[in-house]
């Protein structure tokens, strides 16, 4: 028996739904994967960390839809004070300089935060940067160089890696309301200067 036109527009709906939220299970299942393909089509906006209002409680690394986090700890080189043992980096600052690079006593539990000498000798000046593909956006670093250090080292999300939720799951249990959404480019919206939006 041929079907109505109105069970012939269900059964179309249904099929286009199921196909819409299988495309968009498929991209937050295989979020380990970082290709060209999986980065996130340009939005109007995105969601992003403030670091002056986040107490790096940790529940970005757990809370986020994608499997790791979209969240990475980073570190701001210009206010970074370049020391010999970072807050950041070591668990005992009293760990002696000859053995730092041989420690296991890390404050980071994924190894993620990377030391480099660049001045002078062993007591010279270092560098500390944190690999985002071993980074889980866990805190711990940035937790304590806030409490402790320059407060070079904060949290973001990262663009690339976020799905652009229009409710983001961090933000909605973040105890210190510190994720906000922001406009990813210029937006145009009729007052002072036209900004036109980028086309690619």
């Known amino acids: 028996m041929k079907p109505t036109r109105r069970e012939f527009l269900v059964r179309l709906g249904r099929v286009?739904?199921?196909?819409?939220l299988t495309g968009v299970a498929l991209r937050v299942w295989s979020g380990g994967k970082q290709g060209a393909?999986?980065?996130q089509p340009p939005h109007r906006y995105g969601w992003q960390i403030n670091p002056?209002?986040?107490?790096?409680?940790?529940?970005?690394?757990?809370?986020?839809?994608?499997?790791p986090s979209a969240v990475k700890?980073?570190?701001?080189?210009?206010?970074?004070s370049n020391c010999v043992a970072c807050y950041g980096h070591l668990c005992d600052?009293?760990?002696?300089?000859l053995?730092?690079?041989?420690?296991?006593?890390l404050v980071c539990p994924h190894n993620a935060v990377h030391r480099t000498r660049f001045l002078g000798g062993i007591d010279g000046a270092y560098t500390y940067t944190i690999d985002p593909d071993q980074c889980t956006g866990c805190a711990q670093c940035a937790r304590q160089c806030n409490l402790h250090g320059s407060r070079s080292m904060f949290l973001v999300i990262r663009p690339d890696l976020?799905?652009?939720?229009?409710?983001?799951?961090?933000?909605?249990?973040?105890?210190?309301?510190?994720?906000e959404r922001v406009p990813l480019y210029p937006v145009n919206d009729f007052r002072g200067i036209y900004m036109p939006e980028p086309t690619s």
Do not use: H, M, W
């Not at 529940?59 to 839809?65: A, D, K, N, S, W």
């Not at 976020?162 to 994720?179: F, H, Q, Y």
């Open 37 to 39: 393909e999986f980065i």
């Open 16 to 20: 286009l739904g199921a196909g819409a």
């Open 99 to 105: 053995l730092i690079a041989t420690t296991d006593k």
């Open 93 to 97: 600052l009293r760990t002696p300089s």
């Open 52 to 67: 002056e209002a986040c107490t790096y409680c940790g529940l970005c690394e757990t809370v986020c839809v994608r499997g």
């Open 162 to 179: 976020c799905l652009g939720c229009n409710e983001c799951a961090i933000a909605r249990v973040c105890p210190s309301k510190a994720v």
């Open 73 to 80: 700890a980073v570190n701001d080189q210009k206010k970074c």
